[in-house]
């Protein structure tokens, strides 16, 4: 069982930038983050393939990459003008599948215990 342990939360003015990464126990193909807001529901925000392939939430494109360390097993994204409602517990995650890749919750089985992100204005 792959086990991820993030880091890099904090706290950020509106426009700054974080860094997250991921370190992972092992190597899955499919690999992504998630964010969960107070009372919210968790949502995805990137994936990426072994290969690199890459797919992004509409409210994060342009402004966060994911990126992943295949030598190394880590799996990082680069937040940049963060926005208030960016702020959440972002948690790294790896998906059963070693066929295709989909932003979608209930297909990742391995979870970390999440880095919180907080956004002043």
């Known amino acids: 069982q792959v086990q991820l342990v993030e880091s890099g939360g904090g706290s950020v003015q509106a426009g700054g930038s974080l860094r997250l990464s991921c370190a992972a126990s092992g190597s899955r193909y499919c690999m992504g983050w998630f964010r969960q807001a107070p009372g919210k529901e968790r949502k995805g925000v990137a994936y990426?393939?072994?290969?690199?392939?890459?797919n992004y939430a509409d409210s994060v494109k342009g402004r966060f990459t994911i990126s992943r360390d295949n030598a190394k097993n880590t799996l990082y994204l680069q937040m940049n003008s963060l926005k208030p409602e960016d702020a959440a517990m972002y948690y790294c995650?790896?998906?059963?599948?070693?066929?295709?890749?989909?932003?979608?919750?209930?297909?990742?089985?391995?979870w970390g215990q999440g880095t919180q992100v907080t956004v002043s204005s």
């Open positions: 990426i393939t072994r290969g690199g392939s890459t």
């Open positions: 995650a790896a998906a059963a599948t070693s066929v295709y890749c989909r932003l979608v919750a209930s297909e990742f089985v391995v």
